[in-house]
């Protein structure tokens, strides 16, 4: 080989690695976090949209709601939360519906509703957050099983809920999260009650 091509191959072989600018570096790394920083949030939360009226007053069709997936794995059920739960009941494509209702009766609890009241274990229960301020129908005294729910719409004229057979007692199994912020319309965002 002549010296001139050695030098010419050494210079190929020595030349320095074309350099990453900082600024493609700091772009990686914060689409990397966005990422990452997603991912745990959909570990943890499921947004939610709500299509029915039956939770009129405190939430409306198209409210778009954050649904804390965790929340009973770390705490408690309470009456009165509003969780999000899967149902039997399907949808016009045939699938599936998840509903949103409010927790009223937890295992152990009896519940009965006469003359436009619930009765939770004997006490008239105070339900300032329903729609119209009466619970329509009678049902007789029922006491809600081990690993289940009673569950009702806060719009009680168009909530198919535990009063219907079709719904029932929900298994605490079946509920996907409690529902804790809506975030849209941006007009009513804030924590749900």
Excluded: C
Excluded at 173 to 193: C, D, Q, T, W
């Amino acid at each position: 080989m002549t010296e001139k091509r050695m030098i010419e191959n050494e210079n190929a072989v020595t030349k320095p690695p074309r350099r990453v600018s900082r600024g493609t570096l700091i772009w990686v790394r914060d689409v990397l976090i966005a990422i990452t920083f997603s991912l745990l949030i959909l570990l943890f939360i499921k947004p939610t949209v709500v299509r029915e009226h039956s939770m009129e007053n405190t939430l409306h069709p198209n409210d778009y709601v954050f649904v804390s997936k965790q929340a009973y794995r770390f705490g408690e059920m309470h009456r009165g939360d509003v969780v999000v739960f899967k149902s039997d009941l399907k949808s016009e494509d045939g699938s599936t519906k998840n509903l949103i209702k409010r927790v009223i009766g937890l295992p152990g609890d009896s519940i009965e509703i006469y003359g436009g009241n619930v009765y939770l274990n004997g006490e008239k229960l105070k339900e300032d957050y329903i729609k119209d301020g009466v619970t329509n129908g009678v049902l007789e005294k029922v006491v809600v099983p081990e690993g289940r729910l009673f569950v009702m719409g806060d719009n009680r004229q168009q909530s198919k809920d535990s009063r219907d057979p079709e719904v029932g007692f929900v298994s605490e199994k079946e509920v996907l999260g409690k529902a804790f912020f809506r975030l849209y319309p941006l007009s009513n965002a804030g924590a749900i009650h």
